[in-house]
């Protein structure tokens, strides 16, 4: 149940791909102004994964969920009356503050759910939903953008609050019996006051650096990515749309049978140094043109480099955290991730408008070699 919330949510998420495409072509942002209102994004992304962590140890993942759903609906409602670009910063700085803020505790909740020897196919299946939801998304979001902006907006802030009733009603029950029986269990409480801090946990903060640089690179497929298509491909929005919502339809595809075979024949540290270097692998091909082809190719290798790497970084750092601190463990990885949507925009556009894109290809293949090498070493140091 919780992977179909998401996916009702994520169905709803098509805002986020067509921001950069939306500030340059609707609101005649600059490029450089474009990526420093998506740096905006991050900040608040930042602050709600370090939040949501935060809450979640303190309050529990169902109500930070709840809230997190019910309140991110207004901002996507009332965004298309602001046009100017300290407006669209702070809407933006305030909507991912508050969406960000469901993510540690959603991470919790799948820890808190699902068998230990499942956690990585259970973080699969959360993504599956996720992607689906993105297939869904992006495809319907070029379809709705080549006809006004303005539904994209309305169809989010719809998607959160159908996803938050549905939350609602499913979990309240069950986040009451739960807390009932940890009533039941003094005694363990005094065990959770024995936990370390993620901020103290030197490889683990390395790790998550990492996370953070390999998210720099990746999540280009938000913000860069569209405006390549836009711009040097000539593809319209439609065409954009359902590109973006291929790479969520190959993820659902391929995502639980990828992950088991890794999981029988490799170890997560191959895993994820493996799906790093395909990551790179999938930026360096478009060098070679922008044909639909090689387009979809690109898209095929990364979305499956996406399949080897997201879920188990997941993994790793819930095996890393303890009892008593799952909520700071996520939210610190969590914020990893934010900080990349901070850097990403702003540094792409910059590459872009400065040197080109076949720059930032080439660029970004060889931070990822360096990731790549990097998040196998510390890792396999970590599990062991």
Known sequence: MLSIVMLINRSGSMVLPFLGVYMTDHLKFSLENTGIVLSFYGIGSVLGSWLGGFLTDKFGEYYIQSWSLFLSAPIFIIMPFFS????????????????????????????K??????????FSLNRMAINLGFSIGPALGGILSGI?????FVVNGIGAVTAGIIYVIFFRRRNKIFREKKKLEPTKTIEKTVTKSPYKDYPFLLYSFLCAVFAVCFFQFFNTIPLFYKDVAKLDQSTIGFILGYSGFIIV???MPLVSLAERVLKIPQILSIGIIMSGVSYLLLLFGSNIPLLLLSMSILSIAEIWVLPFMSTVTALRAERGNKGAYMGL???AFSFSFI???FLGTYVV????????????FAI?????????????????
Request: net charge positive.
């Open 368 to 384: 990822l070699m360096v990731t790549a090498f990097l998040i196998f070493w510390i890792t396999k140091k970590m599990i062991k």
């Open 253 to 255: 595809l391929l995502e």
């Open 333 to 335: 990885n969590g914020i």
């Open 343 to 345: 850097f990403t925009p």
């Open 353 to 364: 408008s400065h040197f080109g894109f076949d720059s930032l290809w080439i660029g970004s």
């Open 84 to 111: 100017s670009v300290d407006m669209m910063a702070l809407l933006i700085f305030l909507q991912s503050a508050i969406s960000d803020t469901f993510r540690p505790a959603n991470s919790v909740a799948i820890t």
């Open 148 to 152: 006004s902006y303005n539904f994209l």
């Open 113 to 122: 759910y699902a068998r230990p020897e499942n956690l990585t196919k259970a």
